[in-house]
């Protein structure tokens, strides 16, 4: 399965529901409500991302790609994860936002119910790796209230992810640019800004290859 032309790294998961809606019968009248067309995931079980969609989605999740390469089976596992099954995402019909709707508590969030628990996950391996201190309330809190299933994690699969993103991050000369130091501050700062910028236009992208589109995870 690949990648929905103009779509982003989710973009291959979703797919336009024609069975009915799942959910109690009032979290349907509250979605139907919205004017929002319900979508079901498409996700199988040995699903591999592509490394470009694993790169943007590490982006996303503000994951170091240069400095923290060897984390990012982290973005991988999480474009491997399920959507929750109380969760559904679906597409408002005026402005074909993507939003998702959880069928049993009727709680509406725009980013994916897994992102959350994904960038914990970093923060805390990240922790772990540079021995600085960690708080796991936020990550368990994440994990539990999401209701997330997570996928198996081969470490043979991590190491290979961390050289394929190695050689991804070759410039022409061949060498790697690495931040450390004040550099490596300044551009966690410029990506930050970036980031907080450019969200809104990833999260419709990442999922919709186009309204009505089959292949299409958006809204």
């Not at 019968?25 to 699903?47: P, T």
């Not at 099954?85 to 939003?99: H, L, R, V």
């Not at 994690?153 to 961390?162: C, F, K, M, P, T």
Request: charged share 35%.
């Amino acid at each position: 399965r690949r990648p929905a032309a103009g779509g982003g790294p989710w973009a291959a998961r979703v797919a336009v529901s024609h069975s009915g809606r799942a959910g109690g019968e009032e979290a349907e009248l509250v979605v139907a409500a919205m004017s929002a067309h319900v979508l079901e995931e498409q996700l199988e079980g040995d699903h591999e991302p592509e490394m470009k969609d694993v790169l943007e989605y590490a982006d996303w999740l503000g994951i170091d790609k240069e400095g923290d390469a060897d984390l990012l089976w982290i973005a991988r596992n999480g474009l491997r994860t399920p959507l929750p099954s109380a969760w559904k995402p679906c597409q408002s019909g005026e402005e074909g936002d993507i939003f998702y709707f959880n069928f049993e508590t009727g709680e509406s969030v725009w980013d994916h119910p897994c992102d959350e628990y994904h960038r914990q996950l970093y923060a805390k391996e990240r922790a772990k790796k540079y021995g600085l201190p960690f708080d796991d309330t936020a990550l368990k809190k994440a994990l539990g209230g999401a209701g997330i299933v997570l996928p198996p994690q081969d470490d043979d699969d991590a190491a290979s992810l961390d050289s394929s993103a190695t050689s991804a991050s070759l410039g022409a000369s061949g060498s790697a640019s690495l931040s450390t130091g004040a550099d490596g501050d300044k551009k966690k700062k410029d990506k930050k800004d970036k980031k907080e910028k450019r969200d809104r236009k990833l999260k419709k992208e990442r999922f919709q290859g186009g309204v009505g589109d089959a292949t299409a995870r958006g809204l």
